[in-house]
Nanobody
Framework: QLQLVESGGGLVQAGGSLRLSCAASGFTLDNHVIAWFRQAPGKEREGISCISSAGGSTNYADSVKGRFTISRDNAKNTAYLQMNSLRPEDTAVYYC???????????????????WGQGTGVTVSS
């Protein structure tokens, strides 16, 4: 059984921080590109960050650049999204996603990814 489980979401005040985790079971993360997406009610899915198989390359959406950091710990089979300086507009359900292949590069299009977690909610209050 292949599963991705996000955790770490919750309610935080504007300016605060959260760290999201994405734990994998049934497969190892080191063979996959990882990305984080988010979707707010009534809005389209937004790719916000991705990281290559070995962690050597990352990409960020302009909306989170300088505030969010993606990382991975292949030994722990877990990926992370550190979110700092949170804003109310960051409120959304956050999803981790994995490609079906490993790569030295990564992209933010949702069509690049084959496996998805169930999401974890983040609410940022004013």
């Amino acid at each position: 059984q292949l599963q991705l489980v996000e955790s770490g979401g919750g309610l935080v005040q504007a300016g605060g921080s959260l760290r999201l985790s994405c734990a994998a079971s049934g497969f190892t993360l080191d063979n996959h590109v990882i990305a984080w997406f988010r979707q707010a009610p009534g809005k389209e899915r937004e790719g916000i960050s991705c990281i290559s198989s070995a962690g050597g390359s990352t990409n960020y959406a302009d909306s989170v650049k300088g505030r969010f950091t993606i990382s991975r710990d292949n030994a722990k089979n877990t990926a992370y999204l550190q979110m700092n300086s949170l804003r109310p507009e960051d409120t959304a359900v956050y999803y981790c996603a994995l490609s079906a292949y490993g790569s030295a590069w990564c992209y933010l299009g949702f069509y690049e990814y084959d496996y998805w977690g169930q999401g974890t909610g983040v609410t940022v209050s004013s």
